[in-house]
């Protein structure tokens, strides 16, 4: 079993579409959990930290379950410029962070 | 936010040749860099980290002798692919650990073994 798995997509969505990306980890004892987003052929950028409450930046809602091991990332009213690859990122122990392989979204107009 | 440069951003070599990557941490010090490795369309792979004026800690099943790295100041680690191979050839990003645990990566550099 991967550490973090996510639905590689691609997810195809109009402009103005709510979309809606699920990610779990395997490792209990993991401390902190990222969204990053990653263009294509470039490094990964931090989009948000995702925290056991929930938090929301703009357009984008992430939320944790820790008795799941599950993470989400909703984006609202989709723009042509969130196309990109979403990764859910682990910090375990502190130091090593674990990368999902990604989902791709691609919104179209 | 901060900000994290790589150089080369491309490199393209014969097999056999050595490759030097450097990661610099330009408004902040790092003592702590990671080195990570993506090959096409899969997820970005920790392959070491690399902890200022200590020997790197690197992840299983990657070759110490072979990628060669050194964190010699707090701004500054590079990565040494020594007798590089076609299967080599990826994408190569270095990342810096700020506050709360936050990484933040360089632009990368595309390494082509020829």
């Known amino acids: 079993r991967k550490e973090v798995e996510q639905d590689p997509g691609p997810f195809n969505v109009p402009e103005g579409a709510t979309v809606a990306f699920n990610c779990t980890y395997s490792?209990?004892?993991?401390?902190?959990f990222f969204w990053y987003r990653q263009d294509c052929r470039k490094e990964p950028k931090l989009l948000m930290s995702?925290?056991?409450s929930g938090n929301e930046d703009g357009r984008f809602t992430a939320q944790l379950n820790r008795a799941s091991q599950y993470i989400s990332l909703l984006i609202r009213d989709s723009k042509l410029s969130d196309s990109a690859t979403y990764l859910c990122?682990?910090?375990?122990?502190?130091?090593?962070?674990?990368f999902g392989a990604g989902t791709i979204l691609r919104v179209k107009s | 936010g901060a900000v994290v440069s790589q150089h080369p951003s491309r490199v393209i070599c014969k097999s056999g040749t050595s490759v030097k990557i450097e990661c610099r941490s330009l408004d902040f010090q790092a003592t702590t860099m990671f080195w990570y490795r993506q090959f096409p369309k899969q997820s970005l792979m920790l392959m070491a980290t690399?902890?200022?004026?200590?020997?790197?800690?690197?992840e299983q099943g990657v070759e110490k002798d072979k990628f060669l790295i050194n964190h010699a100041s707090l701004t500054l680690s590079t990565l040494t692919v020594t007798s590089a191979h076609p299967e080599d050839s990826s994408f190569y990003i270095c990342?810096?650990?700020?506050?709360?645990?936050?990484?933040?990566f360089g632009p990368g550099t595309r390494l082509t073994v020829l």
């Open positions: 990342s810096a650990r700020g506050s709360a645990d936050t990484q933040y």
């Open positions: 690399s902890n200022e004026g200590s020997k790197a800690t690197y």
């Open positions: 490792n209990s004892a993991s401390q902190s």
């Open positions: 990122v682990v910090n375990q122990n502190g130091n090593k962070l674990v």
């Open positions: 995702v925290y056991s």
